[in-house]
């Protein structure tokens, strides 16, 4: 493959930006000092950008009128293109809980997607939102489903999946929930805890086994009291990741400072929880089962008025945590990159800009705009 050069950009490495010279060849980086290249290639002059990582969306349940529990290979594609065009040139497919039988075909069109000749984001893997989850929690998840353990049921779809099942959210308070923690991490995969009232005890039990993440910190989990911290305390003080949507709905501006300043910014990663309806107008889509009515970009349950999911970008994400926080780009480039890179396991080929990892490359412009986007080593933007 021909080699191509990003010339006179500002680079960032480090936590800081430096001009620096990127070569891209078979999908892979190459970090060169400033100036010209010598060698045989195309140039690309990125003078006046920022050249920052991709980002990376753990948690999504689709966009432009997919919906990830009845996507088909084709229909996911169409999201890895989406999601390219803003930025998050990884990501990973949330399936809600859900029938047995609709998973497995799920997992069926992912595997059937692998085959696939893609363009754009690269589709990490799977996300299983459920269904060990709470009732009184529940959000969009259908009750009638919701199980309190069945590790044999998920070492079937890890099977199916080939390993692809990255990560699975349960409420620690279930039965039998916490016991499955370890035996989910050898299966290789990462758990999350949310859609949970579990108490400060009950979640402190599921981070002592092995849950690392925190599944959208301040939605659809019981919040912090002063004799009670629960499980909203729990992700708080320990070293879990925490999930931010940062849409300005799901949290506040000033619980998006407290979260930023009590985890510090290696502990929060920004996902969009989006769904089906991300990249459209305002109307009637649905979340798995459920019909949902977007107003004002804001998504809910028709039934009820839940909230459920957002129809954030990450390219959106990115500025209102600019926002919100005051806080520098520098700062806040590691919430959609280098953390969820490091919370799945893929930092050793994406989430930073190093020789040998994937060219997967944002060109921001002074306004923080996503102008160009490079998905292993091919311009999609």
């Not at 305390?233 to 940062?246: F, K, M, P, Q, T």
Request: charged fraction near 20%; include cysteine; glycine fraction near 12%.
């Amino acid at each position: 493959m021909d080699r191509v050069y990003l010339a006179n950009g500002l680079v960032y490495q480090g936590r800081s930006f430096a001009e620096k010279t990127l070569r891209i060849q078979d999908g892979k980086l190459t970090v060169l000092d400033a100036g010209c290249p010598t060698e045989d290639g195309t140039v690309w002059n990125a003078a006046g950008f920022r050249i920052v990582p991709g980002f990376i969306d753990t948690h999504t349940h689709g966009a432009v009128g997919v919906d990830v529990n009845g996507a088909t290979a084709e229909d996911l594609e169409k999201i890895c293109r989406f999601m390219a065009g803003n930025g998050t040139t990884a990501w990973q497919a949330s399936v809600l809980t859900d029938t047995q039988e609709q998973t497995e075909w799920c997992i069926g069109e992912m595997k059937r997607h692998e085959q696939m000749e893609q363009r754009g984001a690269e589709l990490l893997g799977i996300h299983l939102e459920g269904p060990f989850l709470s009732p009184a929690y529940k959000g969009a998840m259908p009750e009638h489903l919701l199980q309190k353990n069945n590790l044999p049921l998920v070492r079937h779809y890890q099977e199916l999946a080939g390993g692809k099942i990255r990560y699975i959210t349960l409420s620690p308070e279930l039965d039998g929930a916490v016991d499955m923690i370890p035996a989910l991490r050898e299966l290789g995969i990462v758990v999350g805890i949310g859609h949970s009232g579990a108490t400060y005890r009950q979640a402190m039990a599921a981070i002592d086994a092995g849950a690392t993440v925190g599944t959208h910190v301040g939605n659809a989990m019981r919040l912090l009291h002063q004799h009670e911290p629960a499980i909203f305390g729990a992700v708080l003080e320990s070293d879990c990741y925490a999930e931010v949507i940062a849409d300005g709905r799901h949290l506040h501006p000033g619980t998006v400072r407290i979260l930023l300043k009590a985890k510090g910014a290696d502990r929060i990663v920004a996902i969009t929880d989006s769904i089906m309806a991300a990249g459209l107008p305002d109307g009637k889509y649905h979340l798995g089962v459920n019909e949902v009515v977007v107003e004002d970009g804001d998504a809910k349950l028709a039934s009820d008025g839940t909230r459920a999911g957002s129809t954030l970008t990450h390219a959106v994400a990115l500025k209102n945590l600019l926002a919100f926080t005051g806080a520098p780009l520098e700062v806040i480039l590691p919430l959609l990159s280098e953390n969820p890179a490091r919370e799945m396991g893929c930092f050793d080929r994406k989430g930073s800009i190093a020789s040998g990892k994937d060219a997967d490359l944002v060109l921001l412009n002074a306004d923080c705009d996503v102008v160009h986007v490079f998905a292993r080593g091919v311009q999609v933007k």
